[in-house]
């Protein structure tokens, strides 16, 4: 599989390995272009209706711990119209889905290079969020705590995990080990060929 920071493979596959340097790419890659695709439509939208733009804001994670309040937003100087406020949320949704998608196909790449399912987001980034819902919601302080530890930890194993230990060495059952050496010996090679003798007619000396 061509996983290349360019190939479609390493943006939207899911299947395959990746290693660590990739996944940090893929982090900062996904942020900065999401950052600056929303940027641009922001100022888009607030030089077409005159209203200054103040901030653009992205939430790729906490907004899990937020929904279902909107993963970015943007703030403009005076009162923008609602059409273009609606504009910008309507068009913005697709960059972030495509950044999500990305995200998310290189988590999994990275589970996979643990030698993990990929179903192991659930308990990275989806049990952590709703954790730390739920412990806002508990009277009691102690058990409210209790869920909020056990949501950072689960956080911290997480970025421990995807963002510092090496992948599998060798193959898995996820593919080939992404650190493994490219073979780049030619598919012919002259000293693997057989020697062919001509024949002699005569008796051997």
């Given amino acids: 599989m061509d996983n290349s920071y360019t190939s479609n493979a390493f943006l939207f596959s899911f299947q395959g390995r990746i290693n660590r340097a990739k996944y940090w790419y893929a982090i900062f890659a996904s942020s900065v272009a999401c950052l600056v695709f929303m940027s641009i439509l922001a100022f888009a939208i607030g030089g077409i209706t005159g209203a200054g733009v103040t901030s653009v804001n992205l939430y790729f994670l906490d907004w899990l711990r937020d929904f279902p309040s909107f993963p970015f937003t943007v703030s403009f100087r005076d009162a923008a119209p609602l059409p273009a406020v609606v504009l910008f949320y309507a068009m913005g949704a697709p960059i972030f ?9 290189a988590t999994i790449k990275r589970l996979h290079d643990r030698n993990k399912s990929g179903w192991w987001i659930v308990p990275f980034f989806i049990a952590p969020a ?76």
């Fill in 97 to 105: 889905v495509v950044g999500m998608w990305f995200l998310a196909a």
């Fill in 130 to 205: 709703l954790l730390d819902r739920l412990s806002g919601w508990i009277d009691d302080p102690t058990t409210a705590i209790v869920v909020s530890a056990i949501a950072f930890g689960l956080t911290v194993w997480c970025f421990v995990e995807l963002l510092f230990l090496r992948g599998t060495r060798g193959p898995n059952r996820f593919g080939p080990d992404p650190l493994a050496p490219v073979d780049t010996r030619p598919g012919w090679d002259q000293e693997s060929e057989v020697e062919f003798v001509p024949h002699r007619g005569g008796p051997t000396p």
